[in-house]
């Protein structure tokens, strides 16, 4: 199975962020990935031993990067763990350990984009929901592995780009043998166009091994309606696939971050389509 990939900064969110990884990594019988990526400051002229900072920088985040992978061996049983530290910028050298290891998923932490430290939540997370192929799994502050047992879709079932997505949803469904509840958003819930009703036969048959169940939510109120269908159906993961309609970007990208983002208690795995 291909590996977890988890960026870390190294700070209390981050950590847990990466401990939620390590606990789904040894779940799962995969390997976890820790990264960092690090670009070297520009020293005055009037430094006396720029090659002795360097040197010391990168010792110290070596350092500190096998410290967490230590710790994780130890709290986590049957963890494997590797590190990788990376010297440029960050969103182009997370493409490329990507690129090179295919992960599984990038497991990320989802942060208020006032927290003192922007890796996350500022542009390296929203550049991996829009330039990665690999899914990624963004998570809240504190949130503690547990088996995933009720797992929410949220995406546009007018879009038939599909083929590739399908196939990881199933795994994760199979993975967890999790049941499967899909959310539609309708601008008129009064008339529902035959292509909608097609595509939930079609989707019935694909994954008819996890008893789906359909709902469909007002457009108008996605972010509430969500909310609430997380609550009442005991949603632990929500997967979202950002398509034509983009409801990835209705949900997160609307100048700020929306309440229900900022305020969810489960993951949000976000699935690309082939040609993003």
Same mark, same amino acid.
């Given at each position: 199975?291909?590996?977890?990939?988890?960026?870390?900064?190294?700070?209390?969110?981050?950590?847990?962020?990466?401990?939620y990884?390590?606990? =789904?990594?040894? #779940?799962?019988? #995969?390997?976890?990935?820790?990264?960092?990526?690090?670009?070297?400051?520009?020293?005055?002229?009037?430094?006396?031993?720029?090659?002795?900072?360097?040197?010391? =920088?990168?010792?110290?985040?070596?350092?500190?990067?096998?410290?967490?992978?230590?710790?994780?061996?130890?709290?986590?049983?049957? =963890?494997?763990?590797?590190?990788?530290?990376?010297?440029?910028?960050?969103?182009?050298?997370?493409?490329?350990?990507?690129?090179?290891?295919?992960?599984?998923?990038?497991?990320?932490?989802?942060?208020?984009?006032?927290a003192?430290?922007?890796?996350?939540?500022?542009?390296?997370?929203?550049?991996?929901?829009? !330039?990665?192929?690999?899914?990624?799994?963004?998570?809240?502050?504190?949130?503690?592995?547990?088996?995933?047992?009720?797992?929410?879709?949220?995406?546009?079932?007018?879009?038939?780009?599909?083929?590739?997505?399908?196939?990881?949803?199933?795994?994760?469904?199979?993975?967890?043998?999790?049941?499967l !509840?899909? @959310?539609?958003?309708?601008?008129?819930?009064?008339?529902?166009?035959?292509?909608?009703?097609?595509?939930?036969?079609?989707?019935?048959n694909?994954?008819y091994?996890?008893?789906?169940?359909?709902?469909?939510?007002?457009?108008?109120?996605?972010?509430?309606?969500?909310?609430?269908?997380?609550?009442?159906?005991?949603?632990?993961?929500?997967i979202?696939?950002?398509?034509?309609?983009?409801?990835?970007?209705?949900? @997160?990208?609307?100048?700020?971050?929306?309440?229900?983002?900022?305020?969810?208690?489960?993951?949000? =795995?976000?699935?690309?389509?082939?040609n993003?």
């Amino acid at each position: 199975m291909a590996p977890i990939l988890a960026p870390t900064d190294f700070c209390a969110t981050s950590r847990s962020t990466v401990k939620y990884a390590a606990v =789904l990594a040894a #779940t799962l019988q #995969t390997e976890l990935v820790i990264f960092h990526a690090y670009q070297i400051p520009v020293l005055s002229i009037e430094f006396a031993e720029p090659q002795s900072f360097y040197d010391d =920088l990168e010792s110290i985040l070596k350092r500190q990067i096998n410290t967490m992978a230590d710790d994780l061996r130890s709290e986590v049983d049957g =963890l494997q763990v590797s590190v990788v530290l990376s010297i440029g910028n960050t969103n182009e050298a997370l493409e490329q350990i990507a690129s090179t290891i295919q992960p599984l998923l990038v497991v990320m932490n989802l942060r208020n984009r006032n927290a003192s430290s922007r890796f996350f939540f500022g542009s390296t997370l929203i550049h991996a929901l829009n !330039h990665l192929q690999y899914p990624v799994l963004t998570i809240p502050d504190n949130i503690v592995f547990k088996k995933l047992e009720n797992i929410g879709l949220a995406f546009d079932l007018m879009d038939e780009r599909m083929d590739r997505q399908n196939n990881i949803i199933r795994k994760f469904l199979e993975l967890f043998d999790a049941k499967l !509840h899909i @959310i539609h958003a309708l601008k008129n819930k009064r008339s529902i166009e035959p292509g909608i009703v097609a595509a939930c036969i079609s989707l019935q048959n694909t994954f008819y091994k996890f008893k789906p169940h359909f709902y469909f939510p007002d457009e108008e109120y996605i972010e509430e309606e969500l909310s609430r269908f997380s609550d009442d159906k005991g949603f632990d993961m929500l997967i979202v696939l950002p398509q034509h309609h983009n409801i990835l970007k209705k949900l @997160i990208f609307r100048g700020h971050m929306t309440n229900f983002v900022l305020h969810q208690t489960i993951p949000v =795995l976000t699935i690309a389509p082939d040609n993003q």
